[in-house]
């Protein structure tokens, strides 16, 4: 008595809306992988098919296998704590090709020794709160190495761009700071401290998005005024901090940072569609 | 309790004493084939160890690990090939699908006399998924090496890329195998429809060659 009985029919709902919630960004991801690919097949084999795009389509087909791999473990094992699986592999994978595409598609000029070294610490806390959370050494230590070598590429390719001027360096290390700073204070602070327990994810999250909202509306204006160099930087920057993001938050920041990442993807293929230079065939 | 290593001996005595009468690609074939069945051995060996090592349970270790340590295994003789003999597209694709069948053969024979051969619509069931899809995963790899040779993006993150494809479809297999029921149907259906995607592109990809 005194409890809240939930009608069936609303029951439903909710379950529906969780599935939803559970399932949507993956779907929504697999489907993203699937078109870029088949968009990338055709451009190929229309002969507009340069070797970062091809590299890109081979990440996108990692890409499309993890997802569908996800999705299929949700439905057969739901509620069960994924042990180290292939999919892993795939995730490693595109980030070594998503790296190797933007090493393509900007061959080095200048040195990034101190955006690289800044990179190389991000990728470092990164991986030191993920291993602290889930107590996995192995397979965070592996995705943390992909993960530093696709930063190294974003932070050469920015550096040889000039997409970022000091501000937005500034920006953009504050933002990486901030997150990382937010996330592992949980660790440092006693357990009494529950507001900023509660806070520490939402505080994280506005952090990153701010330069993902910066970084999206910048490769979007760039590459309208035809600088498809500096809007795929853009592109890979928000992609980037959204993939961190994503590994850092649950609920519904991570559905968030998972929804933006598919986006991102997009802008990704369409700042690198079609560029003319260094094609291959 | 089966003894493996006496199975493989038995087989390949007859394939090694072969290898002296045959020439050219069928003595490649051969001897891929018998490199198959050798690394399904050493996969069994290094997935028992995990399993032990990491009391996930017989269960979860055929399930998680022993699709990478299997798909791992395979790649190993087929990137030593690839690597050092730079092979042409063709013999490439014999390679590999040499090492997928010995594989599967191998696998199947240990699987069919620890379990037993009466019922033929499980054995049946047996050799259309599992045998196709060993061969198909490799084959598959093979595939995705040709074409970053040709396009000149062969590279170490290339490498991995193909890895992690063979590795998640088989992971994939055995996901929907071990579901029963339904997802157990598809997953038994999925190697023999991936094996006719791959035809008809491998195809494809010949003719456009020729041209």
Known sequence: ?281 | MIYAENILLCIAIPLCCSLLFVRGDVRRFVGAFLLGMGVCLLSAYISGFINMATGLGSSDTSVFISPIVEELMKLMPLLFFLLMFEPESSVLANIATAIGAGFATFENCCYILSSGADNLSYVMIRGMSVGIMHIVSIFSLAMWFDIAKRLKVLSFPIIIGAMSLSMTFHAIYNLLVCGGGTSAIIGYLLPLFTAIVLAILYKRLQEKLVR
């Open chain 1, 1 to 281: 008595m005194g409890s809240i009985i939930m009608p069936d029919k609303y029951e439903t709902l909710f379950g529906i809306i969780g599935v939803i919630i559970e399932i949507g960004p993956v779907v929504l991801s697999l489907l993203v992988s699937l078109c870029l690919l088949l968009c990338i097949i055709r451009d190929i084999s229309h002969g507009s098919g340069s070797r970062k795009t091809i590299l890109f389509a081979f990440g996108m087909a990692c890409m499309l296998l993890s997802n569908i791999y996800w999705i299929i473990y949700d439905i057969l094992r739901s509620g069960q704590r994924m042990p180290f699986a292939a999919n892993e592999i795939s995730e490693w994978a595109l980030f070594l090709l998503l790296g190797a595409a933007l090493s393509a598609a900007f061959p080095k000029k200048d040195s990034a020794l101190v955006q690289k070294i800044f990179a190389a610490v991000f990728a470092t806390a990164n991986t030191a709160l993920w291993i602290a959370w889930s107590g996995e050494w192995i397979q965070d230590v592996v995705t943390g190495l992909c993960l530093l070598y696709f930063l190294c590429n974003i932070a050469q390719g920015a550096k040889d761009t000039k997409a970022l001027g000091r501000i937005q360096w500034a920006a953009l290390s504050a933002a990486c700071v901030l997150s990382v700073t937010f996330q592992a204070l949980c660790f440092f602070l006693p357990e009494s401290y529950t507001v900023y327990n509660v806070m520490s994810e939402p505080l994280s999250s506005l952090s990153l998005s701010a330069f993902v909202l910066y970084s999206f509306v910048k490769a979007l204006k760039l590459r309208f005024s035809g600088d498809r160099g500096k809007s795929s930087c853009y592109a890979f920057i928000a992609y980037a901090l959204c993939l961190c993001g994503m590994y850092m938050t649950s609920g519904l920041f991570y559905v968030g940072f998972y929804i933006a990442n598919s986006v991102f993807t997009i802008t990704i293929y369409r700042s690198f569609a079609k560029e003319g230079g260094h094609d291959i065939r």
